[in-house]
């Protein structure tokens, strides 16, 4: 997973981003040949996203969850992802295409998915004694000091200056 880091770290990422969370349940565990080629159909497209960068995807990470897998994607964009998704020459497709044929509303696996448009500037990360992990490695990693550690510290030290009120006459009297 690589190496622990010491102490405090953030992730910086420049610009808008998506976090796409995609996951199966196995609702039917007996039905091995409903749900096995659901999983496998993963691989590929992750397979072919990283070794495409210009797609659009930043970085991924997974779990095996009690009922399956869960996987949550950092992508460029929102277009890149449903770019992805809808190009019958990538892996997306046929893998959609043959879970409609051979799932579809049957009840044996389950799929989901939840996109979120992450503007700039508008996440909060902190890893505590941890490998670089997660929207930092999507982004890059930064060292947070005493003075920054909190959310509401780093939310203060990127704040813009503000100006003040101007006076008006009746202020000045």
């Known amino acids: 997973m690589g190496k622990v880091i010491p102490g405090y770290t953030t992730a910086e990422v420049d610009g808008d981003f998506v976090v796409f ?12 040949h409903k749900w ?18 210009e797609l659009g995807l930043m970085h991924f990470t997974s779990w095996i969850g ?17 770019s992805f998704a809808r190009d019958a020459r990538l892996p997306h497709h046929p893998a959609w295409k043959r879970w409609n044929k051979v799932v579809g509303d049957s009840g044996d696996v389950g799929i989901w998915h939840e ?10 990360a902190l890893y505590g004694n941890m490998p670089t992990f997660g929207l930092a490695t999507a982004g890059t990693p930064a060292k947070l000091t005493r003075n920054t550690r909190t959310a509401a510290a780093r939310r203060a030290a990127n704040a813009a200056p503000t100006d003040p009120e101007p006076q008006t006459t009746a202020d000045a009297a």
């Not at 969370?21 to 091995?32: D, T, V």
């Not at 996109?115 to 909060?124: A, C, K």
């Open 21 to 32: 969370l995609i996951g199966m349940r196995i609702n039917k565990p007996w039905k091995l």
């Open 36 to 53: 096995i080629p659901v999983a496998a159909a993963m691989g590929p497209m992750l397979r072919e996203l990283m070794r495409r960068k």
């Open 66 to 82: 009690p009922r399956g897998p869960i996987l949550v994607q950092y992508w460029r964009s929102v277009e890149q992802l449903e």
């Open 115 to 124: 996109t979120y448009l992450v503007r700039d500037g508008g996440f909060e």
